[in-house]
Protein backbone atom coordinates (compact mmCIF):
# COMPACT_ATOMS: atom_id res chain seq x y z
CA UNK A 1 0.00 0.00 0.00
CA UNK A 2 1.52 3.63 -0.89
CA UNK A 3 1.26 5.89 1.94
CA UNK A 4 0.34 9.44 0.04
CA UNK A 5 -0.28 11.49 3.24
CA UNK A 6 3.10 13.43 2.02
CA UNK A 7 2.74 14.36 -1.12
CA UNK A 8 2.92 17.72 -2.42
CA UNK A 9 1.30 20.14 -4.91
CA UNK A 10 3.66 18.76 -7.61
CA UNK A 11 2.76 15.48 -6.83
CA UNK A 12 -0.83 16.05 -7.61
CA UNK A 13 0.00 18.39 -10.58
CA UNK A 14 1.87 15.02 -12.09
CA UNK A 15 -1.70 12.96 -11.51
CA UNK A 16 -4.06 16.06 -13.71
CA UNK A 17 -5.23 14.42 -17.05
CA UNK A 18 -4.63 17.30 -19.83
CA UNK A 19 -8.25 16.99 -21.50
CA UNK A 20 -8.16 16.71 -25.56
CA UNK A 21 -8.43 20.02 -26.32
CA UNK A 22 -5.51 20.95 -24.54
CA UNK A 23 -3.75 18.78 -26.31
CA UNK A 24 -4.75 19.22 -29.27
CA UNK A 25 -4.17 22.79 -28.87
CA UNK A 26 -0.64 22.36 -27.45
CA UNK A 27 0.04 20.30 -30.69
CA UNK A 28 -1.61 22.97 -32.88
CA UNK A 29 0.28 25.75 -31.64
CA UNK A 30 3.88 23.82 -31.86
CA UNK A 31 2.96 22.31 -35.76
CA UNK A 32 1.95 26.62 -36.37
CA UNK A 33 5.09 27.93 -34.38
CA UNK A 34 7.68 25.72 -36.25
CA UNK A 35 5.35 26.32 -39.48
CA UNK A 36 5.49 30.53 -39.25
CA UNK A 37 8.79 30.31 -38.28
CA UNK A 38 10.70 28.26 -41.04
CA UNK A 39 8.13 30.36 -43.88
CA UNK A 40 8.96 33.95 -42.03
CA UNK A 41 5.59 34.54 -41.22
CA UNK A 42 5.93 36.74 -38.11
CA UNK A 43 3.08 38.50 -37.45
CA UNK A 44 1.01 35.14 -37.43
CA UNK A 45 4.33 33.96 -35.26
CA UNK A 46 3.49 36.88 -32.59
CA UNK A 47 -0.11 36.07 -32.47
CA UNK A 48 0.50 32.25 -30.96
CA UNK A 49 2.03 34.34 -27.80
CA UNK A 50 -0.17 35.94 -25.09
CA UNK A 51 1.48 39.48 -24.60
CA UNK A 52 3.27 38.74 -21.39
CA UNK A 53 5.42 35.98 -22.65
CA UNK A 54 8.81 34.99 -21.53
CA UNK A 55 11.71 33.28 -23.46
CA UNK A 56 15.11 31.79 -22.24
CA UNK A 57 18.01 30.36 -23.86
CA UNK A 58 18.18 32.35 -27.68
CA UNK A 59 20.87 33.87 -29.25
CA UNK A 60 19.16 36.97 -28.99
CA UNK A 61 18.30 39.51 -26.20
CA UNK A 62 14.79 40.58 -26.00
CA UNK A 63 11.58 41.13 -23.03
CA UNK A 64 8.21 40.01 -24.55
CA UNK A 65 7.02 38.74 -27.72
CA UNK A 66 7.50 41.71 -29.59
CA UNK A 67 11.20 41.70 -29.44
CA UNK A 68 11.54 37.73 -29.59
CA UNK A 69 9.67 37.67 -32.73
CA UNK A 70 12.11 40.90 -34.23
CA UNK A 71 14.57 38.68 -32.83
CA UNK A 72 13.95 35.55 -34.22
CA UNK A 73 13.29 37.42 -38.14
CA UNK A 74 17.00 38.80 -37.63
CA UNK A 75 19.05 35.75 -36.48
CA UNK A 76 16.97 34.04 -39.75
CA UNK A 77 17.82 37.24 -41.96
CA UNK A 78 19.50 35.31 -45.24
CA UNK A 79 18.87 31.80 -43.67
CA UNK A 80 16.99 28.71 -44.44
CA UNK A 81 15.65 27.18 -41.07
CA UNK A 82 14.41 23.66 -40.85
CA UNK A 83 12.66 23.10 -37.31
CA UNK A 84 11.16 20.04 -36.20
CA UNK A 85 9.38 19.03 -32.88
CA UNK A 86 8.70 15.65 -31.80
CA UNK A 87 7.85 13.49 -28.65
CA UNK A 88 5.90 15.67 -26.68
CA UNK A 89 5.41 15.44 -22.87
CA UNK A 90 2.78 16.98 -21.21
CA UNK A 91 1.47 18.13 -17.36
CA UNK A 92 -1.91 19.89 -16.91
CA UNK A 93 -1.03 22.37 -14.17
CA UNK A 94 -5.15 23.74 -14.19
CA UNK A 95 -7.84 24.06 -16.28
CA UNK A 96 -5.93 26.65 -18.05
CA UNK A 97 -2.47 26.54 -17.78
CA UNK A 98 -0.11 23.14 -19.46
CA UNK A 99 3.36 22.38 -18.95
CA UNK A 100 4.86 20.80 -22.28
CA UNK A 101 8.61 19.62 -23.13
CA UNK A 102 9.23 18.97 -26.62
CA UNK A 103 12.19 17.51 -27.86
CA UNK A 104 13.60 19.41 -31.30
CA UNK A 105 16.15 19.82 -34.22
CA UNK A 106 16.68 22.03 -36.10
CA UNK A 107 19.06 22.56 -39.32
CA UNK A 108 19.85 26.50 -40.51
CA UNK A 109 22.00 26.99 -43.22
CA UNK A 110 22.79 30.45 -45.01
CA UNK A 111 26.03 31.59 -47.77
CA UNK A 112 29.20 30.63 -46.18
CA UNK A 113 30.89 33.26 -44.32
CA UNK A 114 27.86 35.55 -43.96
CA UNK A 115 27.19 34.93 -40.42
CA UNK A 116 29.11 34.98 -37.50
CA UNK A 117 27.30 31.97 -35.22
CA UNK A 118 28.52 32.34 -31.10
CA UNK A 119 32.07 33.68 -31.76
CA UNK A 120 32.69 31.44 -34.94
CA UNK A 121 33.45 33.67 -38.05
CA UNK A 122 34.84 30.92 -40.40
CA UNK A 123 34.82 32.37 -44.43
CA UNK A 124 33.36 28.29 -44.76
CA UNK A 125 30.67 28.38 -41.79
CA UNK A 126 27.34 27.59 -43.78
CA UNK A 127 25.44 26.48 -40.94
CA UNK A 128 23.92 24.46 -37.63
CA UNK A 129 22.13 21.55 -36.86
CA UNK A 130 20.88 21.48 -33.42
CA UNK A 131 19.61 19.74 -31.01
CA UNK A 132 17.83 19.88 -27.34
CA UNK A 133 13.75 20.80 -26.25
CA UNK A 134 11.74 23.26 -25.91
CA UNK A 135 10.17 23.72 -22.36
CA UNK A 136 6.60 25.30 -23.18
CA UNK A 137 3.53 26.87 -20.68
CA UNK A 138 0.50 26.85 -22.99
CA UNK A 139 -2.49 29.32 -21.27
CA UNK A 140 -5.77 29.68 -22.10
CA UNK A 141 -7.06 33.18 -22.59
CA UNK A 142 -10.37 34.77 -24.13
CA UNK A 143 -9.26 33.88 -27.61
CA UNK A 144 -8.29 30.58 -27.28
CA UNK A 145 -4.63 28.85 -26.51
CA UNK A 146 -1.59 30.91 -26.33
CA UNK A 147 2.24 30.09 -25.41
CA UNK A 148 2.96 31.92 -22.32
CA UNK A 149 6.50 30.78 -21.82
CA UNK A 150 9.39 29.57 -24.28
CA UNK A 151 12.54 28.24 -23.27
CA UNK A 152 15.22 26.29 -25.78
CA UNK A 153 17.88 24.15 -24.20
CA UNK A 154 20.28 22.76 -26.60
CA UNK A 155 22.16 19.32 -25.82
CA UNK A 156 24.34 19.57 -29.32
CA UNK A 157 25.22 21.92 -32.11
CA UNK A 158 26.91 21.01 -35.23
CA UNK A 159 28.51 23.66 -37.37
CA UNK A 160 28.46 23.22 -40.86
CA UNK A 161 31.01 23.98 -43.23
CA UNK A 162 31.01 24.58 -47.15
CA UNK A 163 28.59 25.41 -50.04
CA UNK A 164 25.14 22.62 -49.52
CA UNK A 165 22.20 22.70 -52.14
CA UNK A 166 19.15 25.09 -51.01
CA UNK A 167 17.17 25.25 -54.56
CA UNK A 168 16.44 21.63 -56.12
CA UNK A 169 14.34 21.65 -59.05
CA UNK A 170 11.13 20.28 -58.82
CA UNK A 171 10.29 20.45 -55.27
CA UNK A 172 7.29 22.53 -54.19
CA UNK A 173 7.32 25.33 -51.41
CA UNK A 174 4.64 25.25 -48.90
CA UNK A 175 1.98 26.49 -49.63
CA UNK A 176 1.21 28.91 -47.42
CA UNK A 177 -2.50 29.26 -47.50
CA UNK A 178 -3.22 25.54 -47.12
CA UNK A 179 -4.38 25.44 -43.56
CA UNK A 180 -5.93 29.25 -42.41
Excluded at 26 to 40: E, H, I, N, Q, S
Excluded at 82 to 87: A, E, R, T
Aim: hydrophobic fraction near 35%; aromatic fraction near 12%; glycine fraction near 8%.
Amino acid sequence: MIDDTHRDERDETRDRVLDAEARDAAYDLKARYFFYVDTRQWAKLRGLFTDDARFEGFAFDGEGPDPFVRGVAGLLTGARSVHQGSLPRFRAQSDSLVRARWSMQDHLTWTPGSVCFRGNSSPDLSGIRGYGYYDEEYRRTPDGWRIAFLRLTRLRIDLLYGPHTEDIPGVLPPDLDWLP
